[in-house]
């Protein structure tokens, strides 16, 4: 095996994680040999299979903290997750008796910064469950060439981990509708993907959630029977919906008398990211004053709060994020 040939099979391996490959080579080709232990190639592809690149494995595994508490908004989504992925591993004996069937996997599809990843993250802290973590791109880059082989490791993770919810954020850039046909990397890493769907059973312990904001890009055969069937809209607060994501986001700060329903009428159209956008330089507009008031001596923090008229003037400087929506 040439060393070039090494390298190109090891995106995203740090010097810790090639010398792990060469310790594991090492020990196969000891343990096979009868005279002096050689490296053969076999030994290294081997060890190439049995040694992932760390920065995949500890990046990803969280056990997340995240309550459905902590989501504005969001009912109808919150309630079809608790049914779909919660409720089967949660009470599988109820589905049993009624003989009814729980999704393999579920599809989040709205803009950006509404929410998905918490819902996901919800639903894995309810559960007690790992959280393992894959964005699409990131994987495609990482792994370039053999991303199925990166979806192959982080399912056998999760089962290792279960119970446990796999998330794949941006999931249409893992299996987007049109093939890039040049590589046929993605209709490798697609069918992979099918492979490890297909394989999980039946209210089994590892959930799946995938999230995108372009579902018309999504390979269409990912989203059958079976697969990632059941799809979840997870859409721009409305303003009951903005008001709750408010008081959340405002929970635990020191605040003078907020109307967040105030709040919530100047911000049509903002995401649950471009709100705790709003309360971040909110409270940086407050930390100003009272600096201000204070001649820069903050020794005392205890007349500081964030006032009604902070979080208006930090929603003057914004702008919603997503346009066109709202
Ligand atoms: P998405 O996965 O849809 O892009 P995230 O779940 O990552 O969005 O949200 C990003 C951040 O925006 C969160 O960490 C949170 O601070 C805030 N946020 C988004 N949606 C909500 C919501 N519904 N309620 C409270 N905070 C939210």
């Known amino acids: 095996m040439s060393l070039d040939a090494v390298a190109d099979r090891t995106h995203g391996y740090t010097?810790?994680?090639?010398?792990?490959?060469?310790?594991?080579?090492?020990?196969?080709?000891?343990?096979?040999?009868?005279?002096?232990?050689?490296?053969?190639?076999?030994?290294?592809?081997?060890?190439?299979?049995?040694?992932?690149?760390?920065?995949?494995?500890?990046?990803?595994v969280q056990t997340p903290t995240t309550t459905y508490q902590d989501i504005g908004g969001l009912d109808r989504a919150k309630r079809e997750v608790v049914r779909t992925v919660e409720w089967p591993q949660r009470y599988p004996a109820l589905f049993e008796r009624l003989d009814a069937a729980a999704p393999t996997g579920v599809l989040l599809h709205g803009p950006p910064g509404t929410g998905k990843t918490m819902l996901a993250k919800a639903v894995a802290a309810s559960t007690d469950a790992n959280f393992l973590s894959v964005d699409g791109p990131e994987l495609m880059n990482r792994y370039v060439g053999e991303s199925e082989r990166g979806v192959r490791d982080l399912f056998e993770r999760a089962r290792r981990l279960a119970p446990a919810v796999v998330f794949l954020d941006e999931v249409d850039s893992l299996a987007p509708a049109r093939h890039d046909t040049d590589t046929g990397a993605s209709e490798r890493v697609v069918s992979q993907l099918l492979t490890e769907l297909d394989g999980l059973s039946p209210r089994g312990s590892v959930a799946v959630l995938?999230?995108?904001?372009?579902?018309?890009?999504?390979?269409?055969?990912?989203?059958?029977?079976?697969?990632?069937?059941?799809?979840?809209?997870?859409?721009?607060?409305?303003?009951d919906a903005r008001a709750a994501i408010f008081e959340v986001q405002l929970d635990g700060v020191a605040t003078g008398r907020i109307d967040t329903t105030a709040l919530a009428a100047a911000t049509t159209g903002y995401t649950g990211s471009d709100i705790?956008?709003?309360?971040?330089?909110?409270?940086?507009?407050?930390?100003?004053?009272?600096l201000r008031e204070t001649e820069f001596d903050a020794t005392d923090a205890s007349g500081l709060v964030v006032t009604q008229r902070h979080l208006r003037r930090a929603i003057e400087t914004t702008a919603p994020s997503v346009d066109g929506a709202g």
């Open 276 to 290: 705790a956008g709003v309360v971040r330089e909110g409270a940086l507009l407050a930390m100003e004053d009272h």
């Open 210 to 239: 995938a999230a995108t904001n372009r579902r018309e890009s999504v390979d269409p055969a990912l989203l059958r029977p079976g697969r990632i069937e059941t799809q979840v809209a997870v859409p721009i607060p409305d303003q």
């Open 15 to 60: 010097g810790a994680d090639l010398t792990a490959v060469l310790v594991d080579a090492a020990t196969r080709a000891a343990g096979s040999a009868a005279g002096p232990p050689v490296i053969r190639q076999r030994d290294l592809e081997a060890a190439l299979d049995a040694v992932g690149p760390s920065t995949l494995r500890d990046a990803s």
